[in-house]
């Protein structure tokens, strides 16, 4: 019996290990090589191709990450960080050696669409397949056809910084199975071409739910909180809610207003600061007219989310309220007005700001600390700026000011803290 | 930094209804002794439509903003000074005022391209064109401001007669050059490319000095400060940063022409040319 008993408990054993190995195994196989492919190289030469190309890389804004601060453009080297470890981005000019001058079509397909690299292994999501995937067969040829167009840079790609668990790709099977959807868009034929365009692009090429949503302890996006706003892990900055939801959301903002700012960096109800800035400057001020308005149709139709109640505070909030008036009226309402509604065209208004009214406060903190430009783009080559205040105002006199901005005129928003100001007073450069 | 914004709407509202009312009285005067009803009529609807309009733009509470570069880079001018004066007294935001246009540009290039190291720095000119950056870099280039004098820490006389001997004669046996073989003759500068050494804190000198052999503020290549840097001692930078931060400021603090010198070293900041013109 107890030799029996011992066979059963090795049996079962080795089936648990069998079926963590098939489930844990990889599920990708290597595509097929540069020669094999099925891909005419003469067919990706084509000028057309590559001028559609390079139009859609500009719009999924490849370049962002794949080029290093100062360094050769999509030649690699950004470090993506995240919670779980850096993950460099990989040299995507055509290089043999370091890039993808090796890459067939189909491997390019497989890691775009599936998430999946040359050798079968799986990618990690902070390459945001997880949008990709809905990018069409057509439209990722050309961008297969613009990247291989481009001079090639002998880089080699940085090592992964990740620890244990996380360095262990088979892992992500598991992550993919709750978070990853593989298909490429599908147009609803009960909306307009002009939606239909909108929606692929921003959940799509556009990867704009990459950072606005709120991610759980696992990196992962839950589909039915698409858009709806998060905090940007790591580099935290919070991404607004896209929705037209009141205080933080997009309530108010005409169609006009949403072309405005991905065009030109500005609108009557906002600014873009911080990576969105970096979005604008290189990505979106470059689209058409027409996917702009497609963009604005798309992130109009989204419903408002039920409003979160507004708390007030148990805490008697009043001093350090009135204290941020007086800091308000010495130091901000020149530029942005008693009113806060800013001076059109020059400074953005802060009554009814979705990044003033974001449920944390971050993004307020950090302009008050950093100051800054609004992006140069065509439509506004000369940006009027913002001071830093950060040598200037203490941490409670930053809560404080804060803290009134949130609470004035519209807007609605939970107070600040000075522990939060302290959290933020690093300098976000990369 | 508070003078260089505009003033509130409210104050302009108050000068405009005085201004309007002494203009109203004398041109009152004008009328009863012209008798020309017309030119009354035509005032009067002049007054009413300017205060008309006044009155909305109080409505509107929007400040009026000037429409000048001045304005437009607050972001600068909060730390440097509208002027790009800096703060002589800690040396800890660098004096911009005169410097060449040319190395002002290539500054805000090298912060850009994480070249030079500063997080609000990378930070602010992170998405500005190279054209904006040059209108920037022209601006502070054309301010006129005198220099102060900053504190001076003690340093003996060894330590002075050291820095001098570095400043105008180099130090041959480590390979370094005397500064003033590429920052002029009277250590100004030299167009467009050359920031001039004197009239500058101690603190800001040494600190720069010392952050090219940190790696944190670098160039194109060839880097030559950061070879001459690196063949420094730590006594010599500080000796150097001494006798420049003490010197007595020539009559003229502007840099002086291009094409005057001729470099010792091969230097990628200087262009083809190597010296800059």
Redesign the interface.
Known sequence: MKTLRRVVIVVVLLGIALGAWLFLRNSGTPPVSREASKIDAASLKDPVLIAKGQYLTTVGDCAACHTA??GARFAGGRVVGTPFGDIPAPNLTPDRETGLGDWSFEAFWQALHAGIGRKGELLYPAFSYTSYTKVSHDDALAIFAYLQSLAPVHQTSKPLGLEFPYNVRNSLKAWRALYFKEGEYQADPAKSAAWNRGAYLVQGLGHCNECHIARDSLGGMRGDQALSGGQIPVQNWYAPDLSTQANGGLEGWAGQDIVDLLKTGQSAKGTAFGPM??VV?QSTQHMTDDDLQAIATYLQSLPARPQVAFEKSPLDTTSMVNQGAKIYG??C???H???G????G??PPLNGNSSVNEPTGINAIRVVL????P??TKGN????????????LSDSDVAAAVTYIRQAWGNKAALVQERDVIKYR????? | MRHDVAKPQLSRFHAGVTQGRAYNRGMDTIAKLCQARRVFSAVLLFALITAGSAARAQETGAPKVPNTLQQRIASCTGCHGVHGEGTPESGFFPRLAGKPAGYLARQLKDFQDGLRKYGPMEYTVRHLSPEYMHEIADYFAAQEVPYARSPLPRVSPEALKRGEELATKGDPSREVPACIACHGTELTGVQPNVPGLVGLPYDYLSSQLGSWRTKTRATVAPDCMAEIANRLSASDISAVSAWLAGRELPSDMHAQPAGTITPPLHCGVLGATGDGA
Do not use: H, W
């Open positions: 601060q100062g800035a970096e400057a010495e130091r309402a020149d530029c007005g008693k009113d509604n800013g001076v059109a020059v400074y950093l100051g800054g430009f992006p140069v080559p000369r940006p009027y700026s913002m001071p830093p205040f950060a040598q200037q690093q300098t976000p450069v990369d």
